[in-house]
């Protein structure tokens, strides 16, 4: 059985996603360097994808912390954002912005495996 986002996912994903496009409209346009550049809205989009990557991440490795639908919507907004994201910056700001979520998955993986041998040691 084939599972599909449910349109209130979808239109939630939008909207979130849309915090990118305003800006952009309201800011003429602006190629930004670094997310702490962006307008606060566009911040919080950026941010909901880095936050999605790292789901999605996770449970590509087997971490099932999510039910079926939270995935889908996550994946729609990485794979939407990611891409509108890059658009929105300059190569090495998009560049930076990557690397941050890899440090940010890296560090969560990090820590967790430390919390772990401080439970079972």
Do not use: W
């Not at 449910?6 to 952009?24: I, N, P, Q």
């Amino acid at each position: 059985m084939k599972h599909l986002l449910t349109e209130v996912a979808r239109k939630d994903a939008d909207y979130v996603l849309s915090g990118l496009v305003d800006g952009m409209k309201e800011n003429n346009y602006q190629i930004y360097d670094d997310i702490e550049e962006m307008p606060k809205y566009m911040r919080i989009a950026a941010e909901t994808i880095s936050v999605s990557y790292m789901i999605l991440y996770n449970h590509n490795l087997g971490v099932k912390n999510y039910m079926k639908n939270d995935i889908l919507k996550r994946q729609y907004i990485y794979e939407k954002g990611i891409v509108m994201l890059s658009y929105f910056m300059t190569p090495k700001g998009f560049d930076i912005f990557l690397d941050q979520c890899d440090r940010e998955v890296n560090g969560t993986l990090i820590e967790s495996n430390k919390r772990l041998e401080t439970k079972d040691g």
